[in-house]
């Protein structure tokens, strides 16, 4: 069964940046997309970026291109998500997710099979 584990999220201040990590707990690679999600007061749940199995990346909404990136750190096997110029709408709770094989384009959070138990991410000075 795989297992997702977030961390890195904490109080920055605008224009601040964060690394979220995501630590699956077994191997991911050519198998599994993960992706990050986002859930901010009031809101619904929104995709953010996704590492798919194929190599391929995707970045969603397009308030965040640019600004947050998506990457695998082989040395530690996990998915990081390096958030930079962080606004307070960036607010709300982070999560990862997988699913087999690639990434999906519309990112539907119903496509995910896979869930971490989400990291807070508070923007705000």
């Known amino acids: 069964q795989l297992q997702l584990v977030e961390s890195g999220g904490g109080l920055v201040q605008p224009g601040g940046s964060l690394r979220l990590s995501c630590a699956p707990s077994?191997?991911?690679?050519?198998?599994?997309?993960i992706a990050w999600f986002r859930q901010g007061p009031g809101k619904e749940r929104e995709g953010v970026s996704c590492?798919?199995?194929?190599?391929?990346?995707?970045n969603y909404p397009d308030s965040v291109k640019g600004r947050f990136t998506v990457s695998r750190d082989n040395a530690k096997s996990t998915v990081v998500l390096q958030m930079n110029s962080l606004k307070p709408e960036d607010t709300g709770v982070y999560y990862c997710?997988?699913?087999?094989?690639?990434?999906?384009?519309?990112?539907?959070?119903?496509?995910?099979?896979?869930w971490g138990q989400g990291t807070q991410v508070t923007v705000s000075s």
């Open positions: 077994i191997p991911t690679v050519d198998f599994y997309s």
């Open positions: 997710a997988a699913r087999w094989g690639p990434c999906t384009a519309t990112m539907s959070d119903e496509t995910y099979d896979y």
């Open positions: 590492l798919s199995s194929d190599g391929g990346r995707t």
